[in-house]
């Protein structure tokens, strides 16, 4: 399945469940007043841009974070109730929303951007208890409404630990990347070494001969010619391998994956022929 189907079916249930959501609040708007559906929907809204849809939009998190906090902390101070079984019903779902998007919002973006997310969404948790305690009857006590804040700030602190753990996850995958990364050039300076440098060291060894033998019998040093050609031949070839080596690498580094049957990632290398061995060895024989 390609990345655009994906990403299509990711639209489709995104928009589907915004708009189921969007419906059972026009539904029930006449008891729970348009403040408390509209608040639930944007929530839930933010909350599933980030899971369902634009996984990979990350830049996109941090507005529909501080959206969903601003429309949220508005309600609870504006709402002026009376607080229904509805509106818990719907006071639930926002919470429920608001927990879940706390995930990405401190896994994904800069470490402050992070942090600000964080604590406004923590904020934003904590205070949603003030809706419905302040606005029964009769009034909740002081005590009442701190426990049950409390426990709302409980909930939200669990959340941005998912976070922070799915955060150094992924910092650890990335320095795992990074690593391979520097594996594989290492590699590849080895097979550079071994194929490249070995034939211009041959290249080299048979001019030094080439000179030596034209003080003593020029006829023979002008029969190493061929041979220093064929030496410089093999070397731009393996050169030529080696840089069609670099190049994989570096698609595989942008995300264009050398693959083989199956699907699997391959870590290119170049040729090896042991074939070549008897030529070798009867080149430098003389």
């Known amino acids: 399945m390609t990345s655009q189907v994906r990403r299509a079916l990711r639209g489709i249930a995104y928009g589907t469940s915004v708009a189921a959501v969007t419906v059972a ?4 708007l006449p008891e729970v007043g348009p403040l408390i559906g509209f608040s639930a929907v944007v929530a839930v809204a933010a909350a599933l841009l980030p899971t369902l849809w634009l996984a990979d939009r990350i830049r996109l ?17 504006l709402y002026p109730g009376p607080a229904v079984n509805a509106t818990a019903n719907w006071w639930l779902l926002e919470t429920v929303a608001l927990l879940v998007l706390i995930v990405p919002a401190v896994r994904r973006p800069s470490p402050r951007t992070s942090l600000t997310l964080g604590t406004l969404l923590i904020i934003t948790v904590t205070l949603l208890p003030l809706r419905l305690i302040l606005r029964v009857d009769p009034h909740a006590t002081f005590g009442q409404a701190s426990r049950l804040c409390l426990a709302w700030a409980l909930l939200s602190a669990a959340s941005v630990g998912g ?10 995958s990335r320095a795992a990347v990074v690593a391979e990364r520097r594996t ?3 590699d ?11 034939d211009v060291t041959g290249v080299v060894v048979l001019a030094q001969a080439a000179q030596v033998l034209a ?8 029969e190493l010619l061929p ?4 030496a410089g031949a093999q070397a731009l070839a393996a050169m030529d391998r080696t840089v069609q080596v ?26 090896r022929d042991l074939g070549e061995l008897p030529s070798l060895v009867s080149r430098f024989a003389g």
């Open 188 to 198: 590849l300076a080895r097979d550079l070494h071994d194929f490249a440098a070995h």
């Open 246 to 271: 670099f190049a994989e690498t570096a698609r595989v580094e942008r995300g264009e994956v050398v693959g083989q049957p199956g699907g699997a990632e391959v870590t290119p290398r170049l040729p």
């Open 215 to 222: 003080r003593e019998d020029p006829r023979r040093a002008i």
């Open 61 to 77: 998190v941090p507005p529909a974070s501080l959206v969903a906090c601003g429309v949220s902390l508005a309600v609870t101070f």
């Open 163 to 172: 976070g922070c753990y799915l955060r150094s996850l992924d910092s650890r």
């Open 25 to 28: 609040a026009l539904v029930t």
């Open 184 to 186: 594989q050039r290492v």
């Open 227 to 230: 041979r220093i050609e064929a």
